[in-house]
């Protein structure tokens, strides 16, 4: 792994340096004050596909001749390791991209002497394509996000203002036959416009929906009470008791949280509704939904949404929070229910996770910081 032995290097010194090169996970690359090749460890070697004839013999020249032209930008590649150089005892951080994709991470440490001096630089490769991959990844969707956000803010509105017509119209009609209900010429026209409500009322829910989609970013937070916030959404659950399982209510004392009451009732609302739905009979014996709050360790607080139904799938589980997407495709709704709850427990510095097992039902797991740390 080394050529000549580095001066000034005792022999513990390159036993541990020798050792360090060997174990660690990135490639390393070793040089001297001038900037000469001193050694380079195996995984720099497989992360640059040096030649196996080369051994560890290849020196400066070679090893800069052949990274070079596996580099997507050339010239920048060598001006950076130039403007490294003439940093001496700066660290040194940047990107590197190659022609086949991939993406090092190039790191530069001096190696600083008693008197202050640069006697050596340690550079550092590490591979973070992955990472970098998926932040562009969510960079694209953050974007679409936005512009779906802009659209639906505004068909919302136009959709709202001709829903809440038509809504009129009907309970106007449906209130003028009131006076004969059960005559025969009567009963289908009800059923009709009942029919027609029930659908007027699915549409008002995609519009509410879509709506708080399109307004994630605007939320005042304010010192708020967890359990109250609970207690207000188990109430509005409730006002629908036949698709409502009971709900076991299982609380310890918790810091108040910075949240917008509203919105957060929204997500607890939202929680316990996708744990009714998780079951095939809501009203079925046994069926229960259990919801803890708890500090944890850190000082944070914890509410859990456990429910006993039918669980999900592992694909369901690998797109819960995707936009759009149903939890399961028996689910009703826009698919937009986990994704709003995610966001806006972000946006309060939190976190939503879930866990499942097929069979055995889910649960969701929030987090959130305190509204005063001591």
Same mark, same amino acid.
């Given at each position: 792994?080394?050529?000549?032995? $580095?001066?000034?290097?005792?022999?513990?010194?390159?036993?541990?340096?020798?050792?360090?090169?060997?174990?660690?996970?990135?490639?390393?690359?070793?040089?001297?004050?001038?900037?000469?090749?001193?050694?380079?460890?195996?995984?720099?070697?497989?992360?640059?596909?040096?030649?196996?004839?080369?051994?560890?013999?290849?020196?400066?020249?070679?090893?800069?001749?052949?990274?070079?032209?596996?580099?997507?930008?050339?010239?920048?590649?060598?001006?950076?390791?130039?403007?490294?150089?003439?940093?001496?005892?700066?660290?040194?951080?940047?990107?590197?991209?190659?022609?086949?994709?991939?993406?090092?991470?190039?790191?530069?440490?001096?190696?600083?002497?008693?008197?202050?001096?640069?006697?050596?630089?340690?550079? *550092?490769?590490?591979?973070?394509?992955?990472?970098?991959?998926?932040?562009?990844?969510?960079?694209?969707?953050?974007?679409?996000?936005?512009?779906?956000?802009?659209?639906?803010?505004?068909?919302?509105?136009?959709?709202?203002?001709?829903?809440?017509?038509?809504?009129?119209?009907?309970?106007?009609?449906?209130?003028?036959?009131?006076?004969?209900?059960?005559?025969?010429?009567?009963?289908?026209?009800?059923?009709?416009?009942?029919?027609?409500?029930?659908?007027?009322?699915?549409?008002?829910?995609?519009?509410?929906?879509?709506?708080?989609?399109?307004?994630?970013?605007?939320?005042?937070?304010? $010192?708020?009470?967890?359990?109250?916030?609970?207690?207000?959404?188990?109430?509005?659950?409730?006002?629908?008791?036949?698709?409502?399982?009971?709900?076991?209510?299982?609380?310890?004392?918790?810091?108040?949280?910075?949240?917008?009451?509203?919105?957060?009732?929204?997500?607890?609302?939202?929680?316990?509704?996708?744990?009714?739905?998780?079951?095939?009979?809501?009203?079925?014996?046994?069926?229960?939904?259990?919801?803890?709050?708890?500090?944890? $360790?850190?000082?944070?607080?914890?509410?859990?949404?456990?429910?006993?139904?039918?669980?999900?799938?592992?694909?369901?589980?690998?797109?819960?929070?995707?936009?759009?997407?149903?939890?399961? $495709?028996?689910?009703?709704?826009?698919?937009?229910?986990?994704?709003? *709850?995610?966001?806006?427990?972000?946006?309060?510095?939190?976190?939503?996770?879930?866990?499942?097992?097929?069979?055995?039902?889910?649960?969701?797991?929030?987090?959130?910081?305190?509204?005063?740390?001591?």
């Amino acid at each position: 792994m080394w050529r000549p032995t $580095p001066e000034g290097l005792t022999d513990l010194g390159l036993g541990i340096v020798r050792a360090i090169l060997g174990t660690v996970t990135e490639g390393l690359v070793v040089t001297n004050a001038s900037g000469e090749v001193i050694s380079y460890n195996q995984r720099f070697a497989t992360m640059w596909k040096l030649p196996e004839r080369w051994g560890f013999e290849a020196d400066t020249q070679m090893l800069l001749a052949h990274s070079i032209s596996m580099v997507r930008h050339p010239g920048r590649f060598k001006e950076r390791i130039d403007q490294a150089i003439d940093a001496r005892e700066h660290v040194f951080i940047d990107e590197v991209e190659l022609l086949d994709g991939r993406i090092f991470e190039r790191s530069k440490y001096p190696v600083i002497t008693s008197d202050g001096e640069v006697s050596a630089r340690v550079w *550092c490769y590490r591979e973070v394509s992955a990472q970098r991959h998926l932040a562009e990844q969510r960079l694209v969707v953050s974007e679409r996000l936005a512009s779906v956000a802009q659209f639906v803010a505004s068909v919302t509105h136009d959709i709202n203002n001709p829903l809440m017509s038509i809504s009129a119209n009907v309970d106007y009609v449906l209130s003028e036959l009131e006076d004969d209900p059960r005559s025969p010429a009567v009963l289908p026209v009800r059923e009709a416009l009942e029919d027609v409500r029930e659908g007027l009322d699915r549409i008002r829910v995609l519009v509410r929906d879509l709506g708080a989609f399109s307004r994630l970013d605007q939320q005042t937070n304010a $010192p708020s009470d967890v359990r109250a916030i609970l207690e207000s959404a188990i109430t509005m659950a409730g006002s629908r008791p036949s698709e409502i399982p009971p709900i076991e209510l299982q609380v310890e004392p918790v810091p108040f949280v910075a949240a917008d009451e509203a919105r957060l009732s929204r997500v607890f609302l939202n929680l316990i509704l996708n744990a009714a739905q998780s079951f095939e009979e809501v009203r079925s014996a046994g069926n229960v939904v259990v919801i803890r709050t708890a500090k944890t $360790p850190a000082g944070n607080v914890r509410i859990e949404f456990e429910d006993n139904g039918k669980g999900l799938t592992e694909m369901e589980l690998e797109g819960v929070f995707d936009p759009f997407v149903p939890v399961s $495709p028996q689910s009703p709704g826009t698919g937009l229910r986990l994704v709003l *709850c995610k966001n806006i427990v972000e946006k309060l510095g939190g976190t939503l996770r879930v866990q499942s097992e097929l069979g055995r039902g889910s649960r969701f797991t929030i987090e959130l910081p305190p509204a005063f740390r001591r």
